[in-house]
Every structure is written in C-alpha cells, then in structure tokens.
C-alpha cells in the first residue's frame, strides 16, 4: 500500500491494529461484492451489526461502550473504509459523527444511555437530518419547525437526501424552536425523532448516479409528536448541526484519500500487468507521469489528514481547517480517480474495477457536507476576514 514517506512508520500498536483489521475485514466482507451493490443501488445492512462489533462507530468517543481511540485511529478506520467505497465510510460516518456524536454532545443522560451503546452496536441505524428541499448549503434558512404542545413538540417539515433515512431507527432532525427565547423565537434545535412515530415517512431517492452503495432518503414530518425528553438539551442555534459536520467531514479529509489510494493501488497493478506494443504499459513514461502526480497528491493528501488528527487530539483543531482538508482531499479523490480511470482503458469504465465507481462517489462526496465552493468560502472568510456567503 503507497506510505511514501512512511507515515505508518509513526503508528501506536492500537492505530496498527484499528487499520489491520479494518482492511481484512473490508477485504473479506465487503470488497468482493461492493461493485453489484453499487450496479443494485443496494448498501450491504447485514453488516451493520457486525461493522458495530468490530467498533467502526464513533470508536473515539468515550464511553458508554466506545472504545475511545485514538483520531489517527479513527482517521485511519475511515480511511480503509472509503479505500472500499465511500457509502461504506458514510455509514459509519453518519451513524458515528452525526448521530452518535451529538447525543454524546448535547444529549441527556438517559438519552445517552438508551441510544449510545445500541448505536455504537449497531443495533440501531440514525440519520442526521439537516438539508432540505430548499435549504442545502445555506441550512440557516431551515423550515422545519417545532411548535410546543401540553407535554412536547409538534414537528412539521421535510429533509431530503438523508443517508440511511430509509432504514433508519431514529433521526436526529434539526428544526427551528418557535417557542424558543432567541432572538426571533426560532433557535434552531436538534431532536431525536424514532422513525416509527405517526406522521414520520422516509421515502428511498432511487434515481442516483453517485454512492450507489449507500441508502439515501427524505424525511417527512407531518404533526409527529415527540415528548420533551426527546430535545438535544445541550445545544441551541447552527451550533449544533455545525459542530457535528466538523466531526463528520473530518473523517472525510481522511476517507477520500482512502478511495484515491485505492485508484492508485489498482492502476499501479494494471499498468504492470496490461501489455500492448509488446510490454507493460507500466514502461511508458506518460503512464509513470500519472502514477507520479497520483503518489505525490496522494502523500500530501495523506500528511494534512494526520496534522488534522494531532491537531484534534490536542484540542486545537479549528472548523476552517478541517474544511482546507475536506475541500482539499476530496478534490485530490476526484482527480486522481479520473486519471487511475483513464489508465485502465474500457476496462476502467467497468465495475470490475473500483476507479469509476470511486469517481462517481466523489461526485456526491464533492457535494455533501459543505460543497467543495462552499469550503472555499469558508477559507476565503478565514483568510480575509470577510464573509462572501452573507446575503
Ligand atoms: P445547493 O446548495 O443548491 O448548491 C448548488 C450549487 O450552488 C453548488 O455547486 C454550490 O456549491 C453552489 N453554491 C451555493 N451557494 C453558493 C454560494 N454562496 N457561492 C457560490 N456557490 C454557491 N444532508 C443531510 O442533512 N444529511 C445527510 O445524511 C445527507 N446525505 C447526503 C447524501 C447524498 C448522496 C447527497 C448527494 C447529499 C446528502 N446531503 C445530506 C445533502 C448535502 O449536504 C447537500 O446536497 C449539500 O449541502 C448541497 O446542498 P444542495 O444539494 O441543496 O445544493
């Protein structure tokens, strides 16, 4: 596996063995078989229980069941798990950085010991629902509210394009707080809605192109009722849903450079093995400049994803610079996995080879979690103190 300049070489035993067992059990579990799931638009669910066994949720939360890693660690886990298809690191993205992280956040204590353990198990699938039909990357704007009732909230609005909706067991929606004390009355807070309450649909988006290998859904709020005891207590205003984006596209700058490695990987061995004029195509040098460029992006990608992590471990990481890595990364996935597509001739258009459907995924990947323009935005207000995305 490309480490060019030997970033293994620094991992603990513990960062060793998350990483190792990651990729025998992607290897053996998933990889065999990712390419009919993504032609099915089907996401392998019989293992969701056992991803929860071998601790691929939120690992680096502590307690409540999580084993508390280390962030090198959970990077690296979401780098092996994109390295196989980016629905898969999705899932454990969401159900890890955008579930269970906020209940551990924000969460009661009760909510904390009914949810954390049965997520972190995967005995439970969440969704995190943030964007709607008319509210994308600008989710300030939301319409989904909550009006107060005797004993709770009545939530009316609808989400769209919510990873694992269709399957999931509980939500966490995101909603405007009429009866809140903010200024306007309407402080955004976040609520764990079980998909089973009256008035809660989750209809499956069929018709897409990218990330295949992942269920994606809406979710519809009709006068669904939840009591009190179901309100995140410990956060009020963007805070919030922003605070677990961070979380979430953290493992992103971390997972993309996973799927582009896994382009890398698989062009290096076509271009030894393919012959045409008589030997590999692997001697040319036009082949050799692509395999160079891909190993150099590659590395760089791979040395801002574990900055990041030391940053996070010592509590300084700031939201602008997980957003560099995300816009940076992914963008670096998108590249490279077009140019390991090229390399393969009509074979690589095939899903008998990972690089088109990993540069597929880095469509939706490109786009989710704060699009690549809306990152560049975000660095722009950093970089000069002025913000370009007020109205
Ligand atoms: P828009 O916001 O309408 O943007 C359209 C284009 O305009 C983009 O290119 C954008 O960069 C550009 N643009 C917008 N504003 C500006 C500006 N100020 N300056 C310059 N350009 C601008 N959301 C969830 O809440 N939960 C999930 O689990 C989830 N999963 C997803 C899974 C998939 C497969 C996909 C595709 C999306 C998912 N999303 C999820 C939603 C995702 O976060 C949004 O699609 C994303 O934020 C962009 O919003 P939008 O699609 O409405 O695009």
């Known amino acids: 596996m490309l480490d060019f300049v030997e970033l293994e070489a620094g ?6 063995l ?5 990729r025998e059990f992607v290897d053996e579990e998933v990889r065999p078989g990712i390419g009919e799931h993504f032609e099915n638009g089907t996401f392998p669910t019989e293992l969701i229980p056992e991803m929860g066994e071998m601790g691929f ?13 280390s962030e090198t660690a959970y990077g690296l886990l979401m780098q092996e798990l994109e390295a196989c298809d980016s629905g898969l690191r999705s899932m454990a993205s969401v159900q890890g950085a955008l579930v269970m992280y906020p209940i551990h956040a924000y969460g009661s204590e009760a909510q904390k010991e009914e949810w954390l353990p049965k997520l972190g198990a995967g005995e439970a699938v969440g969704c995190f629902g943030l964007t709607e039909p008319e509210h994308g990357s600008n989710p300030s704007g939301l319409e989904t509210n909550a009006e107060r009732d005797a004993d709770g909230y009545v939530l009316n609005g609808s989400k769209t394009w919510i990873t694992n909706s269709p399957i999931a067991d509980v939500a966490v929606v995101w909603a405007k707080d009429r009866s809140s004390d903010a200024a306007g009355g309407d402080a955004v807070r976040g609520f764990l809605v079980e998909t089973d309450r009256d008035g809660v649909s989750t209809n499956k988006i069929t ?28 956060v009020e205003g963007m805070k919030g849903p922003l605070s677990c984006l961070t979380q979430a596209r953290y493992g992103i700058a971390w997972g993309a450079v996973g799927a582009a490695r896994d382009c890398f990987e698989t062009a290096r061995q076509y271009a030894t093995d393919r ?17 160079a460029e891909m190993a150099t992006q590659i590395t760089l990608a791979q040395l801002l994803a574990h900055r990041l992590a030391e940053l996070k471990a010592c509590g300084e990481l700031r939201p602008q610079q997980v957003s560099m890595a995300k816009r940076n990364n992914v963008r670096m996935a998108r590249e490279q996995s077009r140019v390991a597509r090229e390399m393969l001739g009509g074979n690589g258009i095939t899903t008998d080879y990972s690089p088109m459907r990993h540069l597929a995924n880095m469509e939706t990947v490109y786009t989710y979690e704060g699009t690549h323009d809306i990152h560049t935005l975000v660095l722009g207000h950093d970089l000069t103190g002025i913000p370009a995305y007020e109205q």
């Open 207 to 234: 018709e897409k192109l990218s990330l295949r290998a992942s269920i994606t859904g809406e979710i519809g709020l009709n006068d669904v009722r939840v009591p009190e005891e179901n309100v995140l207590p410990g």
């Open 18 to 22: 998350i990483q190792d067992s990651a």
């Open 11 to 16: 991992l603990d035993a513990e960062e060793r």
């Open 275 to 291: 012959e045409q004029f008589g030997g590999p195509i692997g001697r040319f040098q036009l082949q050799q400049d692509k395999l």
């Open 57 to 69: 949720y939120a690992p680096n939360l502590e307690g409540y069941g999580s084993p508390n890693v």
